[in-house]
């Protein structure tokens, strides 16, 4: 199984963007689904995670109010990503990862299958 993540591009600041993870197989189970983020010269962070339900979602505080995370079972399993009101630090490459685990926080090792990445870039 693998992770195919997409959405990412140029955007000025205070546009919008919609990133999307999707699972190369339809019947892939998972507890919850996160999106990290690694700008140029720092560690890789956390930016939001979703349970199977859609029952429990974690933010982030930079980006709390600005973006949301949501997923479509009827779609391939999906997981979204929107962002609004981007901003320059925002500017980072993408990931989204699963987890199997029960218990999960916002800790990378905590999530097995990752996907490829995708760039967004906040630029005037």
């Known amino acids: 199984v693998q992770l195919q993540a997409s959405g990412g591009g140029l955007v000025q600041p205070g546009g919008s963007l919609r990133l999307s993870c999707q699972p190369s197989?339809?019947?892939?189970?998972?507890?919850?689904t996160a999106w990290f983020r690694r700008a140029p010269g720092k560690e890789r962070e956390f930016v939001a995670s979703?349970?199977?339900?859609?029952?429990?979602?974690?933010y982030r505080n930079s980006v709390k109010g600005r973006f949301t995370i949501s997923r479509n079972n009827t779609i391939k399993n999906t997981v979204y990503l929107r962002m609004d009101n981007l901003k320059p630090e925002d500017t980072a490459v993408y990931f989204c990862?699963?987890?199997?685990?029960?218990?999960?926080?916002?800790?990378?090792?905590?999530?097995?299958?990752w996907g490829q990445g995708t760039q967004v870039t906040v630029s005037s």
């Open positions: 979703i349970n199977w339900r859609g029952s429990s979602k974690n």
């Open positions: 990862a699963t987890t199997q685990r029960l218990r999960y926080g916002d800790s990378p090792p905590e999530f097995s299958l």
């Open positions: 197989e339809r019947t892939f189970s998972w507890v919850a």
